[in-house]
């Protein structure tokens, strides 16, 4: 039998940090759910926010320009945990050998994004991300009671009377994990987007199946749109051009190349990014044009590919220089602020279920992240469920319960297009600011994809999991924003259940 102490499905950030920090004693399986590195941590070009040795910085002003981004509507008590625990974090990066960029005094560099009103982000070059993330897996994959699962999809989850089941789909079979403790770090719901910055594996899966499970889902509705993704309009995953990228003094311009943000907000362009988001759909109306751009080309070139390597790489090969010329931006799905409640340990409405990560709601966000507190949030949090786990474990169980999974052999595919359909609703009903008409129709028609999915008997693979996750998102989301543009939802809303 597959007997773990704690079961971690996703392979980004929060799900790597928090295996690093558990007991050594426990035996820890950590599922990805495609490649070891296809995840939104590696993705993350901007940095990692935090005071940690600044004088001139202190977590009360991080704190208070995290609440200014987030509209007052953060968590005071978990924010004041992100913020004072910070340099804890990036200290224990720092010590497992993660490289961040140094001045040539030899002290950390540190960058300006949107929404700051201190130079605090800690970053390697516009690849922070994948820094990280290579630096905790190769930590990780040197631990002795850590097993790692790649390719393995999570297809159901069960609560027993001694923790959870899993039900995994590795290499084409049908595998059962049982643990006395499951921790959810799957990520976001960029894919139910027809346009985001996500990877591939951002289908909502952890958010979908806690919420079948009874945990509470909190503020799904509160989803962030960068402002500054590559407007190509030609691939279902739009490239990232970071906000690091105006914190050193980029220009946003409308289609008659004119700078636009002193029209809408003191701050120009490093206002925070639901600012400049909808800056630019009010100037788009105004001006009867969606082409907008982002333009460096002012700033010295040499200093410009050494600051940004990847994005001129990436820029230059889809026929973009941006030392010498505007590269075309448009917003895009980014981020996800609510998702699985949880409390300051991680700790969600089920005992013994664990979120982190994007999928998880802190409540440090509010309504909207503040650059380059996603990647903090993932390891102060993933750490303090480590911590919390590990004092629990020595009380729990010694058996394990190998719950029998229905496998629905023969079943069919599910019909073709739905996960089209969905992306399509969303992007219609849901896209920076609500489109009222198309709201309407749109939950309605996923009231009945959601139905159709989850009483349907299917062959349970991962266009299902995923078109499934995506439809309880969907409807999740789309609910929500119901309820606040009519006052109450006239749909029968129990039947989406």
């Given at each position: 039998?597959?007997?773990?102490?704690v079961?971690?499905?996703?392979?980004?950030a929060?799900?790597?940090?928090g295996?690093?920090?558990?007991?050594?004693?426990?035996?820890?399986l950590?599922?990805?759910?495609?490649?070891?590195?296809l995840?939104?941590?590696?993705?993350?070009?901007g940095g990692?926010?935090?005071v940690y040795?600044?004088p001139d910085?202190?977590?009360?002003?991080?704190?208070?320009?995290?609440?200014?981004?987030g509209?007052?509507?953060?968590?005071?008590v978990?924010?004041?945990v992100?913020?004072?625990?910070?340099?804890?974090?990036?200290?224990?990066?720092i010590?497992?050998?993660?490289e961040?960029?140094?001045?040539?005094?030899?002290?950390?560099?540190?960058?300006?994004?949107?929404g700051?009103?201190?130079?605090?982000?800690?970053?390697?070059?516009?690849a922070?991300?994948?820094?990280?993330?290579?630096?905790?897996?190769?930590?990780?994959?040197?631990?002795?009671?850590?097993?790692?699962?790649?390719?393995?999809?999570?297809?159901?989850?069960?609560?027993?009377?001694?923790g959870?089941?899993?039900?995994?789909?590795?290499?084409g079979?049908?595998?059962?994990c049982?643990c006395?403790?499951a921790?959810?770090?799957?990520?976001g719901i960029?894919?139910?987007?027809?346009?985001?910055?996500?990877?591939?594996?951002a289908?909502g899966?952890?958010?979908?199946?806690a919420?079948?499970?009874g945990?509470?889902i909190?503020?799904l509705?509160?989803?962030?749109?960068?402002p500054?993704?590559?407007n190509?309009?030609?691939?279902?995953?739009?490239?990232?051009i970071?906000?690091?990228?105006?914190?050193?003094g980029a220009?946003l311009?409308?289609?008659?190349?004119?700078?636009?943000?002193q029209?809408?907000?003191?701050?120009?362009?490093?206002a925070?990014?639901?600012?400049?988001?909808?800056?630019?759909?009010?100037?788009?109306?105004k001006?009867?044009?969606d082409?907008?751009y982002?333009?460096?080309?002012?700033?010295?070139?040499?200093?410009?590919?050494?600051?940004f390597?990847?994005?001129?790489?990436?820029?230059?090969?889809?026929?973009?220089?941006?030392?010498?010329?505007?590269?075309?931006?448009?917003?895009c799905?980014?981020y996800?602020?609510?998702g699985?409640?949880?409390?300051?340990?991680?700790?969600?409405?089920?005992?013994?279920?664990?979120?982190?990560?994007?999928?998880?709601?802190?409540?440090?966000?509010?309504?909207?992240?503040l650059?380059?507190?996603?990647l903090?949030e993932?390891?102060v949090?993933?750490?303090?469920?480590?911590?919390?786990i590990?004092?629990?474990?020595?009380s729990?169980?010694?058996?394990?319960?190998?719950?029998?999974?229905?496998?629905?052999?023969?079943?069919?595919?599910?019909?073709s297009g739905l996960?089209?359909?969905?992306?399509?609703?969303?992007?219609?009903a849901?896209?920076?600011?609500?489109?009222?008409?198309?709201?309407?129709?749109?939950?309605?028609?996923?009231?009945?994809?959601?139905q159709?999915?989850?009483?349907?008997?299917?062959?349970?693979?991962?266009d299902?999991?995923?078109?499934r996750?995506?439809?309880?998102?969907?409807?999740i989301?789309l609910?929500?924003?119901?309820?606040i543009a009519f006052?109450?939802?006239?749909?029968?809303y129990?039947?989406?259940?």
């Amino acid at each position: 039998m597959n007997n773990y102490d704690v079961v971690i499905a996703g392979c980004g950030a929060a799900g790597l940090y928090g295996a690093l920090n558990l007991d050594p004693s426990l035996k820890v399986l950590v599922l990805s759910k495609r490649e070891l590195t296809l995840c939104n941590s590696s993705l993350a070009q901007g940095g990692i926010a935090g005071v940690y040795n600044s004088p001139d910085d202190s977590p009360e002003l991080h704190k208070h320009d995290t609440f200014i981004a987030g509209g007052y509507e953060n968590d005071p008590v978990s924010t004041d945990v992100l913020v004072n625990e910070a340099k804890i974090d990036i200290a224990r990066l720092i010590e497992l050998g993660c490289e961040f960029d140094k001045q040539p005094d030899g002290d950390y560099h540190r960058t300006l994004e949107g929404g700051h009103g201190k130079h605090r982000i800690f970053h390697h070059k516009d690849a922070t991300g994948f820094e990280i993330e290579t630096t905790l897996l190769r930590n990780v994959q040197k631990l002795e009671n850590v097993e790692i699962w790649e390719n393995a999809l999570m297809i159901r989850v069960r609560r027993t009377k001694t923790g959870f089941s899993f039900l995994i789909l590795k290499d084409g079979k049908y595998e059962t994990c049982n643990c006395h403790f499951a921790v959810f770090a799957t990520g976001g719901i960029g894919r139910v987007y027809e346009f985001t910055t996500n990877s591939a594996i951002a289908t909502g899966d952890g958010i979908a199946m806690a919420y079948r499970m009874g945990a509470e889902i909190k503020n799904l509705s509160y989803i962030q749109f960068h402002p500054t993704a590559f407007n190509n309009r030609t691939t279902r995953e739009c490239f990232l051009i970071s906000e690091a990228v105006r914190g050193e003094g980029a220009y946003l311009k409308n289609c008659k190349l004119e700078r636009f943000m002193q029209n809408y907000d003191k701050r120009l362009e490093l206002a925070p990014r639901d600012v400049v988001s909808h800056s630019i759909i009010f100037e788009a109306k105004k001006t009867g044009s969606d082409e907008f751009y982002l333009d460096i080309s002012h700033k010295d070139p040499e200093f410009v590919k050494n600051r940004f390597p990847m994005i001129y790489k990436n820029l230059l090969e889809a026929g973009y220089d941006m030392t010498k010329e505007p590269v075309p931006i448009f917003p895009c799905q980014h981020y996800l602020m609510g998702g699985i409640k949880v409390d300051i340990y991680a700790r969600t409405t089920i005992d013994g279920l664990y979120a982190c990560g994007e999928c998880s709601c802190t409540g440090v966000h509010g309504n909207n992240r503040l650059a380059s507190n996603s990647l903090l949030e993932a390891l102060v949090f993933s750490r303090r469920a480590a911590g919390d786990i590990s004092q629990r474990a020595k009380s729990a169980p010694k058996d394990f319960i190998d719950y029998k999974f229905t496998l629905n052999e023969g079943a069919e595919h599910i019909p073709s297009g739905l996960r089209t359909e969905i992306r399509h609703i969303m992007q219609k009903a849901y896209f920076v600011m609500p489109d009222i008409p198309a709201l309407a129709a749109g939950y309605e028609r996923i009231i009945e994809i959601k139905q159709l999915l989850d009483n349907g008997r299917f062959k349970l693979d991962r266009d299902y999991v995923e078109a499934r996750s995506l439809a309880t998102v969907a409807f999740i989301v789309l609910g929500e924003a119901y309820q606040i543009a009519f006052g109450s939802v006239d749909i029968d809303y129990e039947s989406g259940f």
